[in-house]
């Protein structure tokens, strides 16, 4: 079974910066994608940014510019580095990955952490 732990959620004021990381327990590289989604209350979840394996990298329209994922190979890490944040980006920020098991596509996804931006 696969665990995603993410982290480094928290408070911050806008205009602010954080870093959220995301530990794989297995080699990342078995994924053929890591991504980030938001999920703001009484709103759907939503695709934040995504990384593929090959290293392509998509993200929202309104975090482009401020947003940046990433990846350290090493010790299994995705990260998403938040900057000039706003109030809108208010939400539990969830990790995923999708591979293929026995041909079928799979999906995991980490507990969440919170993210709370103060005007």
């Known amino acids: 079974q696969v665990q995603l732990v993410e982290s480094g959620g928290g408070l911050v004021q806008a205009g602010g910066s954080l870093r959220l990381s995301c530990a794989a327990s297995?080699?990342?590289?078995?994924?053929?994608?890591m991504g980030w989604y938001r999920q703001a209350p009484g709103k759907q979840r939503e695709l934040v940014a995504i990384i593929t394996r090959d290293g392509t990298t998509t993200y929202t329209d309104s975090v482009k510019g401020r947003f940046t994922i990433s990846r350290d190979n090493a010790i299994n890490t995705v990260y998403l580095q938040m900057n000039s944040l706003k109030p809108e980006d208010t939400a539990v920020y969830y990790c995923?990955?999708?591979?293929?098991?026995?041909?079928?596509?799979?999906?995991?996804w980490g507990q969440g952490t919170q993210v709370t931006v103060s005007s």
């Open positions: 995923n990955a999708k591979t293929i098991v026995l041909i079928t596509p799979t999906t995991y």
């Open positions: 297995r080699n990342i590289f078995s994924f053929t994608a």
